[in-house]
């Protein structure tokens, strides 16, 4: 169940008369955290406050929402409310699915990406050695609180970022011609103020919901159609690895998700058209041109040959073979079963 609102007031209504609720708050967000703790009918939610990067996003945090849950009491009947972006989503729904052995969690995204993806379709995880959300579960959150009105204090390049996961949506399903409203919309503003009006906003992050949504809803456990949400997906791992491997050598290049998975579409685009796919139109760069339109950086700076090689731990990977989703046009996507060989042959 989601719930679309414009201020933080619906959600009061929702908590109302529930019992056991026990917030898990990013600190980045504390207002949200401490209004909510205020004015649950008069009763406080208990509330933990963490600091999130990827590099805390592990199996310690984890541990550390359980410790407290447990330091609280907080029984089979317990709600995890996690309040964040998709860091917190992640890992205090992972900390709630296995929770003596698992109880509810419910989401208040805080960040675009996670209103539009990382609440939505019930995955939870973390950080595992140096690979990405390696260890998790999948469980539906029992609601997740979609507020446009929280987003007034991204700073803009977080909240480009989760732009990508959204255009991603209409990328896969252009239903009424939606990712060209989106286009229009977030390619004619310029700066972060503009994108205050939540009342224009709300419209196309509700879209976005409802496209991953019906995904989920044919495929929750991803044995098929719920793999066109990884479009890019194979390819953003691939650069978010390389990029950590080299913050580890010193030689940092500082790529967020959002921005990977914008780089991963248009070189699945790229992957697409090399096979032929995509018919005479260069799609790849279409697509690189709407997103540098919207604020978006889609120029990657490692080659398709290093990007693949780091890619063979994506958990998409079956044996040999990795689901490559590749767009033919916009709002029509195949999944194809490549060889790490002969989509880099492709592509070089
Ligand atoms: N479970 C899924 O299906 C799924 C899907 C996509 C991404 N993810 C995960 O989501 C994570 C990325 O999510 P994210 O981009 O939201 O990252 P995030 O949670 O790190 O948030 C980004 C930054 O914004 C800050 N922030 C959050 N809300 C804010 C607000 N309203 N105002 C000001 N600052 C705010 C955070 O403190 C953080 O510094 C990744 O770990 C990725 O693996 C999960």
């Known amino acids: ?37 205020r004015c649950k009918g008069g009763r406080k939610i208990p509330v933990k406050y963490i600091d999130v990067s990827e590099k805390k996003k ?9 410790g407290w849950l447990l330091d609280k009491n907080a029984d089979r009947k317990a709600l995890v409310l996690a309040i964040g972006g998709g860091i917190t989503t992640d890992v205090a729904g992972f900390a709630a699915s296995i929770y003596k052995r698992g109880v509810k969690a419910a989401y208040v995204p805080t960040t675009l990406l996670a209103q539009v993806d990382a609440a939505i379709g019930g995955k939870t995880g973390v950080n595992f050695k140096e690979f990405k959300n390696m260890l998790g579960t999948i469980v539906e959150p029992e609601f997740t609180f979609v507020c446009s009105a929280f987003l007034k204090t991204l700073p803009e390049n977080v ?21 060209q409203k989106a286009l229009a919309y977030f390619g004619s503003i310029n700066s972060s103020t ?18 991953k949504e019906a995904i989920v809803a044919e495929d929750l456990y991803e044995s098929g159609r719920r793999r066109v949400l990884n479009l ?11 990029s950590r491997r080299r913050r580890l050598l010193s030689r940092p290049v500082e790529i967020s998700h959002g921005e990977a998975v914008a780089m991963g579409i ?3 685009a790229r992957l697409s058209r090399r096979l032929g796919l995509c018919g005479e139109d260069a799609l790849d760069e279409q697509l690189r041109e709407d997103f540098i339109a919207c604020g978006l950086k889609p120029d990657c700076p490692f080659t398709p040959r290093e ?14 073979y990795i689901h490559f989703i590749l767009p033919r046009s916009i709002g029509d996507v195949v999944i194809k079963d490549l060889s790490i060989n002969e989509a880099i042959r492709a592509m070089e």
């Open 58 to 66: 592990d199996i310690r945090l984890a541990a550390e929402i359980c």
């Open 266 to 268: 248009v070189l699945a």
């Open 232 to 242: 890019g997906h194979t390819f953003a791992h691939g650069i978010e690895h390389l």
């Open 159 to 179: 909240f480009r970022a989760g732009l990508s996961e959204l255009l991603k949506a209409f990328i896969i399903d252009n239903k009424d011609g939606q990712y």
């Open 1 to 37: 169940m989601t719930y679309f609102s414009d201020t933080i007031d619906t959600l009061n209504g929702i908590l109302a008369g529930r019992e056991s609720v026990y917030a898990v708050c990013d600190r980045n967000v504390k207002a949200v955290g401490e209004a909510l703790g």
């Open 307 to 320: 990007i693949l090689k780091a890619a063979r731990t994506d958990k998409k990977a079956e044996g040999e």
């Open 194 to 211: 503009q994108f205050q009006d939540s009342t224009l906003l709300l419209p196309h992050i509700q879209r976005a919901v409802q496209v």
